[in-house]
């Protein structure tokens, strides 16, 4: 907790986010029994709205985990010891990938590209191509939340389905803040969290399976059970919809209430507020003079990294802004650390979170002898809102 | 409630304030029976924090009502019919001392100074000179929310002792925001609301009563029943503490949460913190190139008034920056609608509140046509911030 005029706290990291005033309200009410009509009702329809943020006909799988918990089922039901399994990855949550398949003992091809450089489909082809046998699945990370960078999953998705292998994508970061059109681009598996762009806490996990790769995972059934997926979909497509295990009734209360915040706003319009928001933190970096960690995409609407200068004690400008101002941004993970900052904005993020995190920056790296204008950061943000224009009151 | 970029609220207003969360959260408690151990304990803590608040030995007498309450209950205990009382007012709260006296048939001098100025002091003392008879009381403003000036209590008080009367200080909006040290000054009542620099909803109002005051009150007991102080003060003065009428039980649990915050920052912080606010505040306003409404005084700490650019519709400030940015500031009131925007920072506010404010205010002046730069606002406040420096982090 800081002090004197820094008295609140701002969270401004990729998860957990900022929880909206009513998903934090529904989280107060009474606990309902997961066998209660109440909780039917509730769940029911938060699984349907699953659906249409994860753009899919598929039952989204639905565990009491993190995020990882996902992530690990999709290894858990796809790789098979010994058989082949191909990652690649360009940071940390890739990385995380090749951990679940060598824990799993995958015939691990680990394609690893640099921190904060794209994945080239062309290498995943080549790498599926040389194999002897064909990859039980191909994993990597849509948006990655270690350095910002938004991969290639479309093509991805093109490159996986030409060596009839499945892709597995890491969207934990990323579903609800930039699209990814599951059906329409054929990805077999999408995971996502609760607490990142579906303002919801950590607790539930997610995992949307096409049948083609609940078919490929039904030909090994066993090794897992928590995580299987064909328990959780016979499970979730009874009806009632039924969970195998206690379901997290009061994250399904506040998914629930964050579903249709969502479905209120607009797929569409949550997407075009990510990317304005984004926008502003990209102008808020470059007016600084800092240089953008990454390729300079401008579909990179999840997290926004800068390389901090190399005059300053980079891995005091977190630090500072936490601890002397309130404001909770993520430093540089593994090699990066002390080399970038990262300003997420997936979520329940508005125009003065951007605005306040980049005045915060501003100070910080003031305070550490950078010489900039006040100013400076929050006005170029200033420019993009005011060119994006101020939408239509919604009643 | 604003759309898109613009999903957040921020409430800049004086009254009702931000809620700080865990003022919030003890409202959401279950509730209390007014008579039990559990709520008179809570009860006979806030009395007791409300003396070190007000910077008083007296009682604080408190009343389930909005600050007007408070403020008719001073009128009903020293005002008597057909005897003379004082008003000396230069903004719309000042008036409203003003309508309670000819409400409760005082033979009234009312004094109206110009909005935007100071109260006289020299003048008050030559009308209450002027008087054939003692008046019953004087009655003055501290904090003028209409208009942000901060009136001369000290030497109100000294004028209103050299003639023997009564001082009876509106201080709603500036209790808890600024300084008023109502022994030290002499002031024999002073009244203030719940909703204010308090961090507390509507719905409770104070009267610290010096003696002095309660035995003038008691020499005309009649014609008031609810706001009688001689009734509150006999039963806070009971042991345990009681009221004569059921008191808010859950405004409080919230009054009890916030002055133990009060208490843990140190009134001294919390003067100092309202001061750096409002320096920010009038420095982001002086760089827009608007022009201050009221005096130039730097004591000024609980609203920031500024007059609006006669080449722009100032009446749209207010209105767009509430409807297209989700900011709520309040415009002028009564001749003053139009032509000025005030600014509060009178309770739970931070650094990046004044921040958002400016940057709100100078989107909603550029999207009406005036010339500025984007950040210049947020800029000149930083720039106070900075200068006034990073507290340590409180533990």
């Not at 003992?105 to 790498?127: N, S, Y």
């Not at 806490?201 to 083609?212: E, K, N, T, Y």
């Amino acid at each position: 907790m800081s002090s004197g005029v820094y008295n609140k706290s701002y969270l401004m990291t990729a998860g957990p986010t900022p929880l909206p005033p009513a998903v934090s309200q529904v989280m107060a009410e009474p606990i309902l029994y997961h066998r209660a009509p109440a909780f039917i009702e509730i769940y029911e329809r938060a699984l349907n709205g699953l659906k249409s943020v994860f753009q899919t006909d598929n039952d989204v799988l639905s565990f009491a985990a993190s995020g990882s918990g996902a992530l690990e089922s999709a290894v858990a039901n796809l790789v098979v010891a010994g058989e082949p399994a191909v990652v690649a990855s360009a940071g940390k949550f890739g990385e995380r990938w090749a951990e679940l398949c060598q824990a799993y003992g995958a015939d691990l091809t680990h394609l690893e590209f640099e921190w904060g450089t794209k994945i080239e489909p062309e290498a995943v082809d080549r790498a599926l191509a040389g194999l002897d046998r064909p990859a039980r699945a191909v994993f990597v990370t849509y948006s990655e939340t270690s350095t910002g960078v938004l991969h290639d999953v479309e093509t991805l998705a093109s490159v996986a389905r030409s060596h009839e292998t499945i892709l597995a994508v890491d969207a934990v970061s990323a579903t609800g803040a930039v699209s990814l059109p599951q059906d329409e681009w054929g990805v077999d598996v999408v995971v996502a969290g609760s607490q990142k762009a579906l303002m919801c806490p950590p607790g539930l996990a997610f995992a949307s399976v096409s049948d083609r790769a609940l078919e490929t995972a039904a030909e090994n059934p066993g090794g897992r059970y928590y995580f299987d997926w064909d328990k959780t979909a016979t499970g979730q497509r009874k009806t009632p919809a039924d969970s195998p295990f206690t379901p997290a009734v009061t994250i399904w209360r506040a998914l629930d209430v964050a579903l249709r915040m969502i479905e209120a706003e607009g797929l569409d319009n949550v997407f075009a507020r990510h990317a304005v928001l984004a926008r502003a933190a990209r102008a808020g970096i470059a007016a600084l003079g800092l240089e953008r960690f990454g390729p300079d995409d401008d579909d990179a609407n999840v997290v926004t990294a800068a390389y901090l200068p190399d005059s300053i004690d980079g891995a005091a400008v977190p630090k500072n802004m936490r601890d002397g101002l309130g404001i909770t941004v993520a430093g540089g993970q593994g090699h990066l650390k002390g080399k970038i900052v990262r300003i997420a904005h997936c979520g329940y993020y508005g125009a003065f979170d951007i605005v306040t995190a980049l005045t915060g920056l501003e100070m910080a790296l003031i305070e550490l002898g950078y010489d900039c204008a006040p100013g400076t950061a929050a006005g170029a943000a200033e420019k993009v809102l005011i060119e994006a224009g101020s939408p239509e009151p919604v009643a």
